[in-house]
């Protein structure tokens, strides 16, 4: 069989295809006898090698062929199933899916190959069934849980395979990729308003064995890998032991660092007394000896109204104390934001940025101008509040479009776009050299962009409630210049560390070119 990773706009370009690998693992595991490739498709790998996996699933060369499809890679997704099937006749392998597209919207995936499988959820167990079933037809295709089938033109959806302990260390595909690590699935929590959820209880976390936990994180090391991440959605989960004893596992392997995602809530004790805030303080201490260096905190907002929306379960205050608290344990922090959705007023965006402020996390807010992404599936998309404002649907998403209800936060939001659109590009390809490489230049570029951000917010905020939006542009010249000056330090700085992997070097330089105002052209010569 062969295993795909398919790669959009979405997927940083040295993102690791962890999924593929932990698949491939399992099945080695459970059918030894099976040959298993893993190959990569989209951005930044050639057509070349796009052609010669096509040739080679045309010529009989695999009997399944898996692809893992995330957001932005819907379109991609159809021309491969269509290439395979031009040259494949009557040699078509089975396909089976996997990732958010075909879990969300299967149906879209059916009309191109009636007779594919989506698997939903975690996907090991579901896949092996679905391969015993290739192999023997049994158990029937229908009764395997976290397997959906197109019948009748309707997607005829089992109940989803149950989380478990997997004790198989994933394979690693080579390469120069930020390599991730899982110790934990699920969410503790699971009642955010925006998020979708895979199947079944959508507050089902669990920690993995510590015993593949450790494998895993050895085996990088073999590899050479000092700095990688966790790519738990919640590292702490409800079992700070757990996390524990992780971070012992990475101190004891040696020299490596590593970077996790955090609730607020997980983060500031309960209750916030003394004696449970020194025993936190004590256990992030630890960590940050253990090797923990960065921590994203999914903040989305410091306005209680709109946290209120979003269904985050925590206070605007708590966020911030739990954001200061890592902060002053000498751990980085990034915070995701939303501060733009449906219902957002200028009285919320601008207690957003007095808050920011006020709480010195502007320099932790990784963009300020995120807006709400109205996914199918997630709870948000049956408000009645919000059925007036829902547009169009974005497929290559997998969610809706959206109006302001508020006209005033509407502009605000026009004239952010007008100014960010040009810079957004060279930030994240700045922002991601920063994860994955821990360069200092890249960090002070980062907090550099995210404080012109937040002044051409403030500037914004203030011009529509003065009413003189006209004089917006006079307020962004000095943030052009930041922003240009930001982004050429990183890439000059390139080209003196060997750090760097040579597809982040060329996305920014690319980003660069006529992009960033006030003409920082960052062209190989300008180099």
Known sequence: MLLLQLYGAKQPVNAEPLSIGSLAAFVKHELPESEVDLGLVGRPWPMADRRLLVQRIGDGGYDVVGLSVPQTTLALAREFLAEMRRTSGDRYPLVVLGHALPMYAAQDFFEVDPGCVVIQGWGEVAFVSVLRWYLSGHPALHQIPGAMTACGGKAAVTSAAGRNGLDVVPLRVPGDFFRRVESSRGCHYGKCTFCTRPPGDPRAWQRLP?????????????????????????????????????????????????????????????????????????????????????????????????????????????????????????????????????????????????????????????????????????????????????????????????????????????????????????????????????????????????????????????????????????????????????????????????????????????SIDGAVPSGAAASRGHV
């Open 210 to 510: 510590l015993a593949r936990v450790e494998a895993d994180i050895r085996a990088l090391k073999d590899l050479g890998v000092s700095v990688f991440t966790f790519a738990d959605e919640d590292f702490f989960g409800d079992d700070m032991d757990g996390a524990l004893a992780v971070n012992r596992i990475v101190s004891e392997t040696g020299n490596m660092t590593y970077s996790v995602s955090l609730r607020a809530d997980n983060i500031w004790p309960a209750g916030g007394g003394a004696e449970a805030l020194a025993t936190r303080k004590s256990e992030l201490a630890e960590l940050r000896k253990g090797g923990l260096r960065k921590v994203f905190i999914g903040l989305e907002s410091l306005s209680d109204s709109q946290l209120k929306r979003y269904g985050k379960g925590v206070s605007a205050e708590t966020s911030a104390m739990a954001a200061r608290l890592i902060l002053d344990c000498d751990i980085d922090v990034e915070l995701g934001f939303i501060p733009f959705d449906p219902l957002t007023t200028v009285a919320e965006l601008a207690e957003n940025v007095d808050a920011l402020r006020r709480t010195r996390l502007w320099s932790a807010a990784g963009n300020i101008f995120v807006e709400l992404r109205m996914q199918m599936g997630s709870p948000l998309m049956r408000s009645k509040r919000l059925e007036n404002l829902v547009t169009s649907f974005d497929e290559e998403m997998a969610s809706w479009e959206w109006e302001f209800a508020d006209n005033d936060a509407a502009e605000v939001h026009r004239l952010c776009m007008s100014w960010w659109s040009s810079v957004n590009g060279s930030y994240w390809a700045i922002r991601n050299i920063e994860r994955t490489s821990l360069s200092s230049v890249a960090r002070a570029a980062e907090v550099s962009i995210r404080q012109a951000s937040v002044e051409v917010l403030e500037a914004a905020i203030y011009r529509v409630i003065a009413g003189r939006a006209d004089e917006f542009a006079d307020c962004v010249a000095q943030a052009n210049r930041r922003c240009a000056a930001a982004a050429l330090a990183v890439v000059r700085n390139m080209s003196m560390a060997a750090v760097y992997p040579q597809a982040l070097i060329e996305e920014l330089v690319r």
